[in-house]
């Protein structure tokens, strides 16, 4: 497609089970990010992939989040044992490279009952 | 440590009125500065971004920002608001490092009174 695809759009789930969000970014670009919305948080930066390199995991909240780039392409975020506090709106954008010009997807609702 | 401020949570305007929303960044030298918009149900969408010279930026839908490098400040300015300019605007910065990571102000939520 033309824009960057997340999904899935919505997902509930219960405490203490495993989710995982989808991001389909950009033909072509190298650069992939996933950011978190929380209600008046603004954007939370979780990690960064850049081509070949080591992920920037910096942002991860805590080792129940991981994420994974396949074939330079599509990722996957994975949030184990979720929790209430996870509740969010999960962003994934990708770049060319170019400073700043991130394209975001329309993002994954996630609500933990 | 590096932070992003956003003073005000909702603006409301009236139509046709002018529009500046405020961002402020604490930072160690000048940032890259940059402003994003996201629409109800759409993704975020860089609106404009300053990287250095001449300090009024021009930016798509007939937004403008001003760098101030003594107030430390990147607010975004629209002589003539528009309904569809509703939404919420969300100033950023870039992270000491590079990487293109941003770190995001909490976000102005823009309403327009018709």
């Known amino acids: 497609g033309a824009g960057v695809s997340q999904s899935p759009s919505n997902k509930v789930t219960e405490k203490g089970k495993d989710v995982e969000l989808r991001c389909d970014p950009i033909?072509?670009?190298?650069?992939l990010y996933w950011y978190r919305q929380s209600l008046g948080q603004g954007l939370e930066f979780l990690i960064y992939?850049?081509?070949?390199?080591?992920?920037?995991k910096s942002g991860l909240p805590s080792d129940r989040f991981s994420a994974e780039r396949t074939g330079g392409s599509v990722s996957t975020l994975t949030i184990q044992r979720t929790q209430q506090e996870d509740s969010a709106v999960y962003l994934c954008?990708?770049?060319?490279?170019?400073?700043?010009?991130?394209?975001f997807g329309e993002g994954s609702r996630l609500t933990v009952l | 440590a590096q932070s992003v401020t956003q003073p005000d949570i909702h603006i409301t305007v009236s139509e046709g009125a002018s529009l500046e929303l405020r961002c402020n960044y604490s930072?160690?030298?000048?940032?890259?500065l940059f402003w994003y918009v996201q629409s109800p149900g759409q993704g975020l969408q860089l609106l404009l971004k300053?990287?250095?010279?001449?300090?009024l930026v021009q930016g798509i839908k007939g937004f403008e920002a001003e760098f101030k490098r003594s107030q430390s400040s990147f607010n975004l300015r629209k002589p003539s608001v528009h309904w569809s300019d509703a939404a919420e605007y969300f100033c950023?910065?870039?992270?000491?490092?590079?990487?293109?990571?941003?770190?995001f102000g909490t976000g102005t939520q823009l309403k327009v009174e018709l």
């Open positions: 992939f850049q081509g070949n390199s080591a992920p920037d």
């Open positions: 033909s072509g670009h190298t650069a």
């Open positions: 954008a990708s770049s060319q490279g170019i400073t700043g010009e991130l394209f």
């Open positions: 950023a910065v870039e992270l000491t490092g590079g990487g293109n990571k941003l770190t």
């Open positions: 300053y990287f250095s010279g001449d300090t």
């Open positions: 930072y160690g030298a000048t940032p890259y």
